[in-house]
Every structure is written in structure tokens, then in C-alpha cells.
């Protein structure tokens, strides 16, 4: 079982990322976010990837560099490509893996190929069910049979409808 570690907001795009003690996930990501909606809606980083670059790069290392939006410990988000996380009572369909880009060079001389090896950018994904989530709240891997086409279909057509 993991914890979500760290909630962070973008007031603009290329902006400043506030922390937050809380938040609202809805089918565009988390409320209050500049970059919202697609398959890209939320943003989500390890907690422990951060602690090895941390070793590698020097304390000049902090996990807001990477702009995402949530911060988990104690789940691994490698391979993890079609998958369903729960934090707390909301789920997010995993897409795919983040690659750091260059914008982590700007934060810090090599952050980016710091990140690049097995999924250290972390993973995006989309809101399948939304809610309240709080720093602290609880995160695990949803059992496998509940990312089904069902859920799937109902993602997309919640999505689709205006």
C-alpha cells in the first residue's frame, strides 16, 4: 500500500507549481490545474525516484522540478501503461510513462537524464472517478479485473458527452 506524498497545482502554463494539502480530481484532472483534459489530465511522480536523484544530483533536488501533480511513495509506476490507481476514493487510468524533457535541465543540470531510466518522470493518466483527495490519503493498485473495457467505455463516454 502507498501515500500520496504531495499535491501540486499549475497556475499557468510554464508557471509556478503551488503545493496543496488538497485537492479535487474530475474528469479533467485536478480542479484549479492550467493543464487540463486529454490523456495527459493528471501527472504523477514516485517519491522514491526522486530520493535516488536526490543521491545522484545533490540536495538541490526537489520533486516540484519534475511539474507534476501528485507525489506517491510506496507504489512503482514502471510499466504500469493500462492499470487503474486509486488515490484515496478516486481511480486514474494510467496511459503511459512521462520522459522528462528538457525543461528539467532548466530546473537543474541534469535532471534529465537523471529521470529518463525506468519510468523516473513518472506516469500520466485520466480521471476515471473523481473526488476529494488529501495529502496523506491512501494509494494502491485497483485488483486488475476493474480496468476492464466497461470502465474504459464509461471513461470515454463520460468524456465525449457535453
Known amino acids: 500500500m502507498g501515500k500520496l506524498e504531495a499535491?501540486?497545482?499549475?497556475r499557468a502554463k510554464r508557471g509556478p507549481m503551488d503545493s496543496a494539502p488538497g485537492g479535487v480530481l474530475d474528469a479533467r484532472g485536478l480542479q484549479g490545474n492550467a493543464n487540463r483534459g486529454g490523456k495527459r489530465a493528471v501527472t504523477i511522480i514516485e517519491r522514491e525516484v526522486f530520493e535516488r536523484v536526490r543521491g545522484e544530483l545533490g540536495a538541490g533536488v526537489d520533486p516540484v522540478m519534475r511539474r507534476a501533480n501528485l507525489m506517491i511513495s510506496g507504489i512503482p509506476l514502471a510499466g504500469s501503461r493500462g492499470r487503474v490507481l486509486e488515490v484515496g476514493t478516486c481511480?486514474?487510468?494510467?496511459?503511459?510513462?512521462?520522459?522528462?524533457?528538457?525543461?528539467?535541465?532548466?530546473?537543474?543540470?541534469?535532471?534529465?537524464?537523471?529521470?529518463?531510466?525506468?519510468?523516473?518522470?513518472?506516469?500520466?493518466?485520466?480521471?476515471?472517478?473523481g473526488g476529494e483527495?488529501?495529502?496523506?490519503?491512501r494509494v494502491r493498485w485497483a485488483p486488475s479485473e476493474e480496468a476492464d473495457e466497461g470502465l474504459l467505455f464509461r471513461h470515454i463516454t463520460a468524456t465525449l458527452t457535453p
Do not use: H, Q, Y
Open 7 to 10: 499535491i501540486w497545482v499549475k
Open 133 to 137: 483527495i488529501t495529502v496523506g490519503d
Open 91 to 129: 481511480r486514474i487510468l494510467i496511459n503511459g510513462e512521462t520522459r522528462p524533457c528538457e525543461r528539467m535541465d532548466e530546473a537543474l543540470d541534469g535532471l534529465r537524464k537523471a529521470l529518463e531510466p525506468s519510468w523516473g518522470g513518472g506516469a500520466f493518466g485520466v480521471v476515471l472517478e
